[in-house]
């Protein structure tokens, strides 16, 4: 069974002050590894998508990198901005349906 | 890019009326779309995915004859909740996949409070 485990639940910032939200997940093959953000009330954003160990996609301040067995999402330089619930997702080979983990909820203090 | 509309946003029925919840793909055309409900401070939960002109597959525990979903065109699925109670409440998220592509897009989600 697929299980995606996000860490840490919860993450204070202060703005500048960057940091880097964990993603570990089992499947039996990676069909792709997928990032969004959500903001209260409403629905996921698309931030990235990952297929392969090593890849590693950049988008502001934000970089997604990723190995065999988990992947990071780092912020550099956060803005109050950039607060919100990051989701991890990922699919299998064998699937359609994503399992996304259960989130880390980013506050970035001004 | 990729827009993923729903409507409504926001809807509030009594006990025991259904509601239809709409999703487009605005820019594209999805040949599978998924639904998916959101509890307070929890991650989304799956409960079927749709292919364009054939019969939605639901999750285990998911009720297809309360939930009735409807995938009539490339670009529009439907959701309509029947007899709709009060632990049917909650936030309903649709996504969209484009055809040959592994990103869902997600629309921006309906609010449903049944008194």
């Known amino acids: 069974e697929d299980q995606v485990t996000q860490s840490p639940e919860a993450l204070r910032l202060q703005e500048g002050e960057s940091s880097s939200l964990n993603c570990s997940y089992t499947?039996?093959?990676?069909?792709?590894l997928f990032w969004y953000r959500q903001d209260p009330g409403k629905g996921p954003e698309f931030l990235f998508t990952?297929?392969?160990a090593g890849e590693e996609k950049e988008k502001e301040r934000l970089k997604a990198t990723l190995t065999k067995k988990e992947s990071f999402l780092h912020i550099t330089a956060p803005k109050p901005e950039d607060s919100a619930t990051y989701l991890c997702?990922?699919?299998?080979?064998?699937?359609?349906?994503?399992?996304f983990g259960e989130g880390t909820q980013l506050t970035v203090n001004p | 890019g990729a827009v993923v509309s729903q409507h409504p946003s926001r809807v509030i029925c009594k006990s025991g009326t259904s509601v239809k919840i709409e999703c487009r793909s605005l820019?594209?055309?999805?040949?599978?779309m998924f639904w998916y409900r959101q509890f307070p401070k929890q991650s989304l939960m799956l409960m079927a995915t749709?292919?364009?002109?054939?019969?939605?597959?639901?999750e285990q525990g998911v009720e297809k004859d309360k939930f009735l979903i409807n995938h009539a065109s490339l670009t529009l699925s439907t959701l309509t909740v029947t007899s709709a109670h009060p632990e049917d409440s909650s936030f309903y998220i649709c996504?969209?996949?484009?055809?040959?592509?592994?990103?869902?897009?997600f629309g921006p989600g309906t609010r449903l409070l049944v008194l």
């Open positions: 996504s969209a996949k484009r055809t040959g592509q592994e990103t869902q897009y």
């Open positions: 499947v039996s093959g990676l069909r792709g």
């Open positions: 990952l297929y392969s």
């Open positions: 997702a990922v699919k299998e080979t064998s699937g359609s349906r994503l399992t």
């Open positions: 820019d594209f055309q999805a040949t599978t």
């Open positions: 749709s292919n364009e002109g054939s019969k939605a597959t639901y």
